[in-house]
């Protein structure tokens, strides 16, 4: 049973926006670039999550774990950064029931942030982009602050910036770095169903409640104690 918040953070890759379109063309482009093979949307959609950087590297090894040769890495990250700037949001869109859920939650008068791995520089443009910037009171990105998802920081100082004690507060993500994150804040946490878990049921790490949609969010507050 989730507890009423009043104040609900929200995460952006694989919860507001399925922006691996853009970063599985740029990952594509930038190995070109290199003299390699593409890896394909599939492929990416299982390493996205941890930021841009981390993103960089998997690719270059081809796999989740592990570290690409350093001076690889330097050579094809800066090709990522160019490419990612002017492809932020050219293929990348909202989830179903994002606005209605947002508007939803706008109306009763929730409070609302954004907490991301993703840098500010892709972040602010793509919520611009997307047309839900504006919905958030804070957003902070994987740069704001010295530490990002999963260490509870950025969740705990969005709170301390809206005023709002964490067992007042709720994340909203997709991931087992949301989840641990907001367990570490002593923040409720529901999970989408669809999101970015590199392929694993998010189930699995045991989030407050999970959710196909955003506007089932409603019945979940509703029902909220």
């Known amino acids: 049973m989730i507890k009423k918040p009043k104040m609900i953070l929200i995460d952006v890759d694989?919860?507001?926006?399925?922006?691996?379109?853009?970063?599985?063309?740029?990952?594509?482009?930038m190995m070109k670039q290199l003299g390699r093979p593409a890896h394909g949307e599939t492929k990416v959609r299982d390493w996205v999550g941890n930021g841009v950087e981390r993103l960089v590297r998997r690719a270059l090894i081809g796999q989740l774990d592990g570290e690409p040769d350093e001076a690889d890495f330097e050579r094809a990250y800066p090709i990522f950064l160019d490419l990612y700037a002017v492809n932020t949001s050219?293929?990348?869109?909202?989830?179903?029931?994002?606005?209605?859920?947002?508007?939803?939650?706008?109306?009763?008068?929730?409070?609302l942030g954004c907490v991301t791995n993703k840098a500010a520089q892709f972040t602010i443009p793509l919520l611009k982009d997307l047309g839900v910037?504006?919905?958030?009171?804070?957003?902070?990105?994987?740069?704001?602050?010295?530490?990002?998802?999963?260490?509870?920081?950025?969740?705990?100082?969005?709170?301390?910036?809206?005023?709002?004690?964490?067992?007042?507060?709720?994340?909203?993500?997709?991931?087992?770095?949301?989840?641990?994150?907001?367990?570490?804040?002593?923040?409720?946490i529901v999970c989408m169903s669809y999101g970015y878990n590199h392929g694993e049921?998010?189930?699995?790490?045991?989030?407050?409640?999970?959710?196909?949609?955003?506007?089932?969010?409603?019945?979940?507050?509703?029902?909220?104690?």
């Open 133 to 188: 910037h504006d919905d958030f009171e804070i957003v902070i990105a994987g740069d704001t602050l010295p530490k990002k998802k999963p260490d509870p920081l950025p969740l705990l100082h969005a709170a301390e910036q809206l005023g709002v004690v964490p067992a007042d507060a709720l994340m909203i993500g997709d991931s087992q770095s949301d989840v641990k994150a907001a367990r570490a804040a002593g923040f409720q």
């Open 14 to 29: 694989g919860t507001l926006v399925d922006s691996v379109p853009d970063l599985a063309y740029c990952v594509d482009e």
């Open 201 to 225: 049921d998010i189930r699995n790490y045991h989030p407050d409640a999970v959710i196909d949609t955003l506007t089932e969010i409603h019945s979940l507050l509703e029902e909220a104690a």
């Open 90 to 111: 050219q293929r990348s869109a909202l989830y179903p029931g994002i606005r209605d859920g947002l508007d939803y939650l706008k109306l009763k008068g929730y409070r």
